[in-house]
C-alpha cells in the first residue's frame, strides 16, 4: 500500500480562526501570540475581538505580524482583525455599497 504524503505544499500559508469573544480580555493577546507562534501560523482571522478606537494597534500588535482590524461601530461587541506574518504582502479593501453596509475583505499575495 503506497504511503500517504501529509506534506503542504511551500507557497499554501498556514490559516488560524477564531472567534476570540473579545481581545481586550487580560493577556488574550498573549495568548494569541504564543498561539501563532506554536502552530507557525501565516494569517490569523479573528472575530468578535471587540475592539474599538481606545484600543491601540501597538496595544493589540503581535511580534512577527502586522495587524489589519475592522472594530465594530456604535454598538458592543463584534469587530474583526486579520494578522498576517510580516514577511507576506497584505492590503485590506473595503467595499461600501448604497445599502450603508460595509465589507472589508484581506487581500494576501507572496504566501
Known amino acids: 500500500m503506497p504511503k500517504a504524503d501529509n506534506k503542504v505544499e511551500a507557497n499554501v500559508p498556514s490559516l488560524y480562526v477564531l472567534n476570540a469573544a473579545a481581545l481586550t480580555k487580560v493577556h488574550a493577546v498573549e495568548q494569541l501570540a504564543v498561539d501563532l507562534a506554536s502552530y ?56 461600501s455599497a448604497k445599502t450603508g453596509l460595509t465589507n472589508s475583505y484581506g487581500y494576501v499575495s507572496g504566501a
Open 40 to 95: 507557525e501560523t501565516d494569517i490569523a482571522v479573528i472575530t468578535e475581538t471587540h475592539l474599538k478606537t481606545k484600543h491601540t494597534d501597538s496595544a493589540m500588535s503581535v511580534p512577527g505580524y502586522t495587524l489589519h482590524r475592522r472594530d465594530r461601530q456604535r454598538r458592543r461587541g463584534g469587530g474583526v482583525a486579520m494578522y498576517v506574518r510580516s514577511t507576506i504582502a497584505a492590503s485590506v479593501w473595503t467595499f
